[in-house]
């Protein structure tokens, strides 16, 4: 696969979607980044975009409160130690676009301390509607994956019933206890188009 181009956006695409990113993801622990995709095997551009090594070809902003963290140089993808490009068709399973909706939405809520979980909430359909500006970056033939183990029987299950704290995955983060930090669950969504690779992660940490 060639190096795709820089792509060409607007600044008020730029802006409605960095909005959307702080407004749905910015309070709770969660990664936001986005990357080329140069293979053909996705795999390998996303484990560029957890390692940090490769940057958003458009040049937007996401959130990785982790870039800096004197954590990573023991662990250098902290706080992700993923599997193997290898062993990705193992560890991820294919999600509907509505369910990506609905995984992105419910990474608004805390893993252990949510009071208001998202289908209770008075601005659901705003959070859903900020879910949605996310992917639309990706376009409509976007496909998406999720650790989510509940995709792995059904491709649309119903994330906003079961809350983030209902959800259980196979876990791409470290096992390691670094800085008082222990890491327990997470909940990850990847979207890939022919140019572009989107990761999101949501962190149960204390």
Aim: charged content about 25%; proline content about 8%.
């Amino acid at each position: 696969m060639e190096t795709p181009v820089v792509l060409n956006v607007t600044p008020d695409c730029r802006g409605s979607w960095e909005a959307a990113v702080l407004r749905l993801l910015g309070d709770p622990y969660n990664f936001v980044a986005a990357g080329p995709r140069l293979h053909e095997d996705w795999a390998h551009d996303v484990l560029a975009v957890l390692r940090r090594s490769v940057p958003d070809p458009r040049g937007w902003a996401g959130l990785d409160r982790d870039r800096d963290n004197t954590a990573r140089h023991e662990v250098p993808a902290y706080p992700f130690e993923p599997p193997a490009a290898s062993e990705f068709p193992g560890c991820l399973h294919p999600l509907a676009t509505e369910a990506a909706v609905a995984a992105l939405a419910v990474m608004a809520e805390e893993w252990q301390a949510e009071f208001a979980p998202v289908r209770s909430r008075p601005d659901r359909d705003a959070v859903l509607a900020d879910a949605r500006t996310l992917l639309d970056r990706y376009g409509p033939t976007a496909g998406y994956w999720t650790n989510a183990t509940a995709a792995a029987s059904d491709p649309a299950p119903d994330f906003l019933a079961a809350g983030l704290r209902g959800t259980e995955s196979r876990l791409f983060l470290t096992g390691e206890y670094i800085n008082g930090l222990d890491l327990f669950d997470d909940l990850g969504l990847i979207a890939v188009n022919d140019d572009e690779v989107g990761v999101f992660w949501s962190f149960g940490a204390y």
